[in-house]
């Protein structure tokens, strides 16, 4: 550019025909190539050097013979150099500040198009800016709760340009950031998401960071803000979709494992009713067709009526799930209660059908009564005590008791069975559901705990396992006392 | 990173602080004292020159010095030498040659490492030092073709004695001086407080004033135009230099080369 300055200048020289020489408009070529490749200070720069060159051929000019033709078109030489120079550079200048800004702005959309954590997606950033805004040093900063996510650097030391800017939310300048001949300076500008500051875009350079380049910093950090929070916000939205696919799988898991366990309470519900059904079919007919000795009829009618209380049962057990299932409490008659008869007289009836247990009754002296419904006591009972025999070995003790429990009375029913496996224990009070070493090995419907629970809260009790492998199996149904005078 | 890691500090001090008030004034009654006795016919009237150099040139090291932090002696000490050199140099000869002395003992001081305030005595690389050479010798290349065509002076080295004294004044008082107080304090100081822009505009027109207030300038109007003219190119450019280079030889060496070829110019 110089040497192209210089050949002109020359060549002016050599014209001879001093301000007014054809060859002093050839100082645009320079001036204007150092504009488009230098932007304003290169074109005021050579602009300047240019009219410096020529006016040794302008000014004595005017200094001889005044403001004569030639030394005007000199002079307008000069302004347009000057003009030309600063303009283009200035346009050059303006456009290459607009395309760096419109890559930056690509440069921050694809650091963040990724699914990142934030201090990733910060890290990211940083490399992206720190490479196109041309900044000696860049940090970012966000606020992560109450954490800072800091990238570019450690920690964000209290009292310092970062720190002040992440209080006030006002972008600052430094003049002087440090001991160089050539000062450095700093900027920091919020992030902003929301109205509120999110964090800080720092910058450090020795030398100028001109007002527009603050300008475009303090923009940039607004798209900083918004491209953070979005981020956030579609990295919280794909977790929330994951939870909730998460929760849909569950619940169809669920779902299907009902629709399993109703599958087989209806096989098992269908057996367990027929097989009193066939009893009772049978007998009557035995009764009916053939002609039997007194003793036989009377043993019949004992098997018969045992069978036709189980089916009884069972149709009960049915409905109160029914009721349970449809979110109604079983129906209840209360009245006060006494616990030891009614326990006797539960027991008794399995000692008359089965003598396969022994069954002790262990009964606290004047137990208060409970308010019930004799019924559902009864049918909690037998559940129970069903249960007790059913998973306990042939000649172990099945034990009852009653005893009073502050203002209710706890009943208990124990057994020294195989227990109940720890994994099954939270489970046993579901409906159809039956544990997994049972479900093998003895009938049942797997409802019957369930309406025991059920029957229980019914009551404003409560009902409790405790159960040990090998050692046995403990229910605990608390029931509610009756305080009022006994008729 | 200064911004994350230091704590912010509070407003830089004011432009000013730091001036070596008691010295200043000791220089400005040394310089009346002189001028009075010279007017009374006590001293001969080269005193007031001796005086003049000593008191102005001084006062613009000394402030440089002291807004360096460089201990109060080492001002006086350059004052002294600055005395001592224009002494030497009004008795004529190889007088001028005392003028050396101001820019050893600044020499001394920068590799000393007491002046790096004033960018002195850091590394300077060979492109810097040539982009000073280069813009000094743009502008007195300008200056020699512009004088010689429209004042109608020339270069002349029929007088070269008076050339080298001159010079010698320039290397030893006027260039040193001028350019650690304008460009290594001034400028260096109103850099951290505005932009590049105003320090340099501030420097300048500082620098300009204190030439034409200068009563060794020649008072016509066509030489205080060129000295306006010329004084704030150099003093712009010399501002940018320090700014680039962020040392003050390359400032220095286009101010020398530029009151060099200054000095050769002459009439007849």
Known sequence: ?487 | MWALDQPCAPRAGRLFADTPLALLAVLALGAATTWALVELGVLAPHAMHVAGVTAGHGALLATAFAWARVRSGSGVVVVALLGLAASLAALGGFGAFAYLGPPLWVAWLARRGRLAGLGLGAPVSLRSVLTGAVAGAFLSSHLLVSASRTLGVHVRLDHMPEVLAAVGYDVGANVLAAECFFRGALFNRAQRRWSFTVAATLATTSYVVRYLVDPLLPKSIELLVGAVFYLALLGAINCWLLWWSESLVPGLLSALVFFAAYRTLGSG
């Open chain 1, 1 to 487: 550019m110089a040497a192209a300055l210089a050949a002109v200048t020359a060549l002016i020289a050599l014209d001879g025909a001093g301000p007014a020489s054809l060859f002093r408009h050839a100082y645009l070529v320079p001036v204007v190539v150092a504009a488009l490749r230098f932007g304003a200070p290169g074109g005021a720069l050579a602009a300047g050097a240019a009219v410096l060159l020529s006016a040794p051929f302008v000014l004595p000019e005017i200094e001889r013979s005044g403001l004569t033709p030639d030394a005007a078109e000199g002079l307008v030489t000069f302004a347009v150099l000057g003009i030309v120079g600063t303009l283009s550079g200035a346009l050059r200048t303006r456009v290459g500040r607009h395309r760096r800004r419109y890559e930056t702005l690509v440069a921050l959309q694809r650091a963040l198009a990724d699914e990142a954590t934030l201090d990733v997606a910060l890290t990211r950033l940083r490399a992206a800016l720190a490479g196109r805004l041309g900044f000696d040093d860049l940090v970012l900063v966000a606020r992560d709760g109450a954490r800072l996510v800091v990238a570019g650097g450690d920690r964000v030391v209290p009292g310092s340009l970062v720190a002040r800017v992440l209080d006030s939310g006002i972008p600052e300048l430094v003049w002087d950031a440090g001991r160089d001949v050539r000062s450095r300076r700093a900027f920091a500008a919020p992030l902003v998401a929301g109205g509120q500051a999110i964090g800080v875009l720092a910058v450090e350079r020795k030398g100028e960071i001109p007002a527009e380049e603050r300008a475009a910093l303090e923009a940039l950090g607004a798209h900083v803000g918004l491209a953070l929070e979005n981020a956030r916000l579609a990295s919280r939205q794909r977790l929330f979709a994951a939870e909730l696919a998460e929760k849909v799988k569950a619940a169809r898991q669920e779902l299907e494992e009902l629709d399993r366990a109703k599958s087989t309470f209806v096989a098992i519900a269908s057996h367990e009713l027929r097989t009193p059904l066939t009893a009772l079919q049978g007998f009557s007919e035995l009764l009916a067709l053939r002609r039997l000795p007194p003793e036989e009829v009377s043993r019949l009618a004992g098997i018969m009526r045992r069978e036709a209380k189980r089916l009884g049962r069972i149709v009960s057990d049915l409905l109160d799930l029914s009721r349970i299932e449809r979110g109604l409490d079983p129906a209840l008659c209360r009245i006060p209660l006494a616990v030891e008869p009614a326990i006797v007289a539960t027991v008794d009836l399995f000692r008359q059908g089965t003598a396969s247990h022994p069954i002790a009754i262990t009964c606290e002296p004047s137990l208060p009564h409970v308010d019930a419904d004799p019924d559902a006591l009864e049918r909690i009972l037998t559940n129970l005590l069903s249960n007790a025999i059913k998973y306990s070995p042939l000649g172990s003790v099945v034990r009852v008791g009653g005893r009073a429990l502050g203002g209710a009375v706890a009943i208990e029913v124990a057994d020294a069975g195989r227990g109940i496996p720890a994994e099954a224990l939270g489970r046993i009070f579901e409906p159809y559901y039956r544990a997994p070493d049972a479900a093998g090995t003895t009938h049942g419907t797997g409802i019957g705990l369930a309406v025991v629970k059920a029957l229980v809260e019914a009551h404003g009790g409560a009902v409790r396992v405790e159960s040990a492998p090998v050692i046995g199996t403990r229910v605990t149904v608390i029931l509610p006392a009756f305080h009022g005078p006994v008729p």
